[in-house]
C-alpha cells in the first residue's frame, strides 16, 4: 500500500508540474514595447490594480510623502514629460510619480502598472532635472519592461508546484510587493531599462550623458564596499556606465 500510496503521490506531481509547464508555456508573448519573450499572467488592468493597491504601503514604509509640493511638482513634470514624448503615451498604463519623504534610503522603484517612486534621499543627490529624467525614465522602462508582471507569473508558477493552485492572490501580492520581494529586479531587467530610459530622455529632450551621472551617484553612494556584480541582482554601475554609453550611441544613430 505505501508503495502505491508513493507512486500516487509521484504521478500527481508530475501531472501538477505538467500542468505548470505548460500553463507558464501557453503566457508567452512577446512584448510590444521591447520585443522581449516573456511569460506573463497578468493584464494591464491587473498590474494596474496591483500598483494602486501597493502604492499607500509603500509610501508609508518610507514615512509617506515630500511635503514639499515644489519638489513633487518638478517630479510631475518631468516625468509626464518623459510619458508624453515617447511609447509609455500610448500603452493602458496609468502614470503616477511619487517623491517619497526618505531621506535615508537612495533609491527609486516602480510598481506595475504605473505608480514610480523616488526617495528624497536619491532626489537630493541628483544634480540637474536631466539626472531626475534618467532615473525616471529607467522606472517607467520597468513598467514597459513588464518586468513584475514576469516576476509574478515566475513565482506563481513555483506556486503551483509548491500548492496545486493557479490562483492569483491580488492582495498577497501587494503585501510581498510592500514586503520588497517582489522589487528585486534581475541583471538583464535593469539594463533593459536603462537602455529604455536613454531612449525615453533622447525623446523627452533631455540629456542622456546625464545618466552616466546617476550611476556615478549610486556607485558613490554604495562606497568602497558595495557587493561585486556576481553576488548581486544589480548590474555593477561600471558595467552600466558601458551599456548606456552604447544605448546613447545607438538611439543617437537613429535620430
Known amino acids: 500500500m505505501r508503495r502505491g500510496n508513493f507512486k500516487i503521490r509521484i504521478f500527481i506531481f508530475i501531472a501538477i508540474a505538467a500542468f505548470a509547464y505548460l500553463r507558464k508555456c501557453s503566457q508567452e508573448e512577446i512584448n510590444p514595447y521591447t520585443g522581449t519573450k516573456q511569460a506573463i499572467s497578468l493584464s494591464p488592468q491587473e498590474e494596474i490594480a496591483i500598483g494602486l493597491e501597493s502604492a499607500p504601503v509603500m509610501a508609508q514604509q518610507h514615512g509617506g510623502l515630500h511635503p514639499r509640493n515644489d519638489y ?43 505608480q514610480i517612486f ?12 536631466d539626472q531626475l529624467a534618467g ?18 507569473t515566475n513565482a506563481n508558477f513555483w506556486k503551483v508546484l509548491a500548492m496545486g493552485s493557479s490562483a ?50 549610486l556607485k558613490d ?3 568602497p564596499n558595495r557587493v561585486p556584480e556576481f553576488q548581486s541582482s544589480h548590474p555593477d554601475p561600471d558595467n552600466r556606465i558601458e551599456k548606456i554609453q552604447e544605448a546613447i550611441e545607438k538611439y543617437k544613430r537613429l535620430l
Do not use: C, W
Open 72 to 114: 513633487q511638482a518638478l517630479v510631475d513634470k518631468i516625468g509626464n514629460n518623459l510619458v508624453n514624448s515617447s511609447i509609455a503615451k500610448n500603452t493602458p498604463y496609468k502614470y503616477e510619480f511619487h517623491l517619497l519623504a526618505d531621506e535615508n534610503t537612495i533609491n527609486a522603484f516602480a510598481l506595475p502598472g504605473g
Open 168 to 217: 492569483i492572490d491580488m492582495g498577497g501580492l501587494a503585501q510581498q510587493f510592500g514586503q520588497g520581494q517582489l522589487l528585486k529586479n534581475g541583471r538583464g531587467d535593469e539594463l533593459e531599462s536603462d537602455e529604455l530610459g536613454v531612449h525615453f530622455m533622447i525623446d523627452a529632450g533631455y540629456n542622456p550623458n546625464e545618466m552616466i551621472g546617476v550611476m556615478k551617484i
Open 118 to 129: 523616488i526617495t528624497y534621499a536619491l532626489f537630493s543627490k541628483l544634480q540637474n532635472e
Open 221 to 223: 553612494a554604495a562606497g
Open 135 to 152: 532615473v525616471l525614465g529607467h522606472e517607467i522602462g520597468h513598467v514597459l519592461g513588464k518586468h513584475s508582471n514576469e516576476r509574478i
